[in-house]
Structure formats: C-alpha cells, structure tokens
C-alpha cells in the first residue's frame, strides 16, 4: 500500500472535508456536450486551492465515460533518472479509500520491445503530481477505477515516444490518459498569461515535435522568474505521440494561474491548464467480441504446439477442447516467430467450425502454407514462439477516421482484392492511422494512395485478443 503523501497538504486529509471540498469545485463547472470520445485528459497538481479549480474541468467530463483505468504519467519533481519508473504497489489509498495499482497492465507494458520501464517504488514515494488526481478520480468515477502510475525521469523526447507506442500495444477502450503538469514556474502574472498562452498553442498543435519547439521559444523568450514553461514537458509530449498516432482532438477547457487565487502572489505565480482529447465515438462492435479467460487462453496455445508436434509425428491433432469459447465460431490469426522474427502468420475471419478447428488449421497453414516462407522444419520447433489473435466478427465503417491505431484491425476490399492488418501491425511498425491505411492499400491489397476514399472500397475494422507463448 502506498499511502497519501500529499493529503494534507495538497488536499484535505479529511475524508469528509475532502469530499466537499471535490464537490464544491466539481459543482461550479458546467458541463459541456462532446462531439468525440474522451481519451486523454492534461490536468495541472498543484494544491487544491490553486489548480483544483481548473482541474475540476477537466475531470468532470469523466461522469458517465465508464472508464475503469486511468493510466497516469507525469514527471519526477524529486530526482532524475533514465526511463520510466512505475509505481511498485498493489494499492494506492487517499482520504477516500483504496484504488488498485493495475499491475497486470503494467506487466503488459513491460513486455513491449523499445521502453526502458522498471518497477520503482521510489521516484513515486514524495511524488504528488499523480497523486492529486487520483481523489477526483474517486469522486468522478468511483472507487472501482485503477490507476497506473508512471513517472518519467528526463526531458527525453525519444524515451516519450517509446512509451506512447508501448502504451498504444496494451491500451483498450476502457483505458484512460491522464497527463499531470503545470505550466510556468514563477513569472509575473502578466509574464505568465502571456507565455502560457504560447505554451497552450503548443500543446493544441497535437503534435509532440511542434509543442517542443514551442516550449523551446518560450523558454528562449524567459521573462523575469521562469523556470520552466512547464514542470510536466516529457509527459505532455508522451500524450501528443498518443494523440498523433490516434488522431484525438484537443479542446481547451480552462486555464488560470496562482495569482488568481484571492490574496494570491502575482509577482511570482505558477500557471494551470486543462485539455481534454477527444477520438471518435467508439464503434459497436457486433456481438461475439468477447475476451478468452487465461484457461482458453492457455489451451488455445496448446492446441497450437500441439498440432505442430503431431504433424512431425505424421499425424493429426483433433483439439477437444474443455474451454466453451473454444467450441465457438470465431475468426482467428496464428503468428509465428522464430528468435522474434516473423515465421509464418495466416487466419480466416469467418472459419466453418469451430475457434479450436481454426486454431488448428491456421497454425499448419501459418507452418506450411505462408508463400513468404518455405515450410517450418522440426529443427526449428523448439525456436518457436505461437501467438494467437482472436478476432471480433467484422464491423463495416464508412468514416475512415473511426480507425484506432493499436485498438483496430482493418480489412480492406474492391472488386476481387482484398488486404487485411492486424492491430498490432501499426504498433509494432510504429505507424500512425495514415500510414496504416496507406501500407495496407498500397503494400498490402495493391490498391492505390488514398484507396480508402474511394466510395467503391469497402472497409471493416475488427479488433483482436492477442497472446503468446
């Protein structure tokens, strides 16, 4: 459990007092409609009295969003290092109770090639800038919500743009983004509004390398007192990689400073702002997208190696399979790669029989019948590693903008041709939606540029479950 480190200081300690206190400040913010989908949110941390505020705007636009992970990322106050840090325990507790530390996201994230993350209890120990949002997370969407706490340690863009990519793999729908910073540090109040107006500009570009030079120019323009344009730079552009690469759209919701504040100091003052991110409304997928358990899960790989095992031994593998899901219709890859590299990879979207058949048939055609490799040897069985994407049925869109990278696959077809991308082409290619849409019409079905736009090109997304051995 790590316990409130700023309770007390940056927000009451009192459970009560504290939530009046998020009540107050939440009521006196009018709600205004969405024309997306909330993805990401920038929030300032400073004490409640100063920033909470310009906070509660943005954290009100989260009533009703269903989310039920926050993934949070600032930047070290305390120390540097190199990477990311993430937060080591199980729990988090404030005034208001516990929030769960989603460890298994963070598992996930590790695994991805390109991020230097490591588990660290230490960096987030006096750490409040993540911790202040966790309370209004409580009060917006309820004790239910996890957290996942990541800290960066440097100004080291490349090291951003690693994590966002990493973060696009394991995201889903029910995953939130909150970017913890604030702005200028301690220019007049006249200074402040002027250049965190720049800074602000910066940050509606969506774009990581625009807000950078940005920032540069205010800092190159440093009035009297500042110290930074703002505290949480590294963390707001790990946000613009997530939201080039997914195409969300900025809103400015609020900003102030501390000089704002009755009786405030505005010879010397601290600058806030929020900024929500917007994606499309998310697509209804059709029925039948539902997760595989770790049990089908496990089985479904076995079913895999085995078929291959049987097949060296001259006969057939008949999967009977004990898990349900597995005796369903479902579409389904089989990816194969020997020391990482791509060894084979086919799969059908609408099999005849059953996942467990498909699994089967797959994995001997992704062994034996992908025509970009000569067929699998026995040798290399045991440099094998089996992945395996269960699809969603196919879902037909008309607005090519509705595509998530990491989150869809898209299937695209014209007269006789066809082409198909799983999600994790994008990422693991490093693609935004553009270049995803383009490698596949061009590279992939031999359609021209821009073959998506044309009203005789049909287009369905579909996502998939993806595991491996």
């Known amino acids: 459990m790590r316990s409130a480190y700023a309770s007390g200081q940056f927000y009451p300690s009192d459970a009560r007092e504290l939530q009046d206190t998020l009540d107050d400040l939440l009521s006196a913010v009018d709600s205004e409609p969405r024309s997306g989908r909330l993805r990401m949110l920038i929030v300032p ?16 636009t989260l009533y009703d969003t269903g989310y039920r992970r926050a993934v949070l990322i600032g930047r070290s106050h305390r120390e540097a290092f190199d990477g990311v840090a993430a937060d080591n325990h199980d729990h988090w507790s404030t005034p208001l109770g516990e929030v769960k530390v989603d460890q298994r996201f963070i598992d ?23 911790e ?3 309370p209004f997370l409580q ?4 004790g239910h919500v996890s957290v996942v706490p990541l800290l960066l340690g440097k100004e080291d863009y490349d090291e951003a743009e690693a994590l966002a990519i990493a973060l696009s793999a394991v995201m889903d729908d029910s995953t939130l983004v909150i970017i913890s910073t604030d702005l200028s540090h301690y220019p007049s109040y006249e200074d402040a509004e002027h250049l965190d ?5 910066g940050i509606m570009t969506g774009d990581a390398d625009k807000f950078r030079a940005v920032v540069q120019s205010v800092m190159a323009e440093r009035a009297a007192g500042e110290e930074t344009a703002a505290c949480g730079e590294i963390a707001v552009a790990v946000g613009l990689h997530l939201a080039g690469r997914y195409g969300w759209r900025p809103t400015m919701l609020g900003y102030a400073n501390s000089g704002d504040v009755d009786g405030g100091d505005r010879s010397r003052v601290v600058g806030y702002a929020a900024v929500a991110f917007d994606g499309p409304a998310a697509i209804e997928l059709a029925a039948g997208s ?3 358990d770790e049990a089908a899960q496990r089985e479904a790989l076995e079913i895999a190696r085995q078929t291959l095992e049987a097949h060296f031994r ?8 004990a898990s349900r899901d597995l005796r369903s219709s479902r579409g389904v890859f089989v990816t194969l790669k020997k020391h990482g590299e791509l060894r084979g990879c086919v799969g059908v979207f609408e099999p005849v029989g059953s996942l467990a058949d498909a699994i089967r048939d797959m994995t001997l055609a992704a062994a034996f019948g992908d025509a970009r490799f000569h067929e699998l040897s026995e040798r290399e069985l045991s440099d094998l590693k089996i992945e395996v994407s269960v699809l969603s049925p196919l879902t037909e869109i008309a607005d090519p903008r509705l595509v998530e990278v990491g989150r869809h696959g898209v299937a695209v077809s014209r007269d006789d041709r066809y082409g198909a991308f799983l999600p994790q082409v994008a990422v693991e290619q490093g693609w935004d939606r553009d270049t995803f849409l383009h490698e596949l019409c ?7 540029e821009a073959c998506w736009d044309d009203p005789g090109t049909q287009l369905k997304v579909f996502t998939a479950q993806v595991f491996g051995e």
Do not use: C, N, W
């Not at 009060?139 to 309820?142: F, S």
């Not at 001259?314 to 399979?321: D, I, L």
């Open 45 to 60: 941390h400073a004490g409640y009295v100063f920033s909470g505020g310009v906070a509660a705007q943005a954290f009100k």
């Open 132 to 134: 202040v949002a966790v």
């Open 139 to 142: 009060r917006v969407i309820g």
């Open 290 to 292: 539902e997760d595989l």
């Open 442 to 448: 061009v590279s992939k079905a031999g359609f021209e």
């Open 314 to 321: 001259g006969g057939k593998h008949e999967p009977v399979p």
């Open 197 to 201: 107006g720049m800074t602000v500009k």
């Open 108 to 130: 996930r994230l590790m695994a991805q090639p390109g991020v230097d993350l490591r588990r660290a209890a230490g960096p987030h120990a006096g750490e409040h800038s993540l």
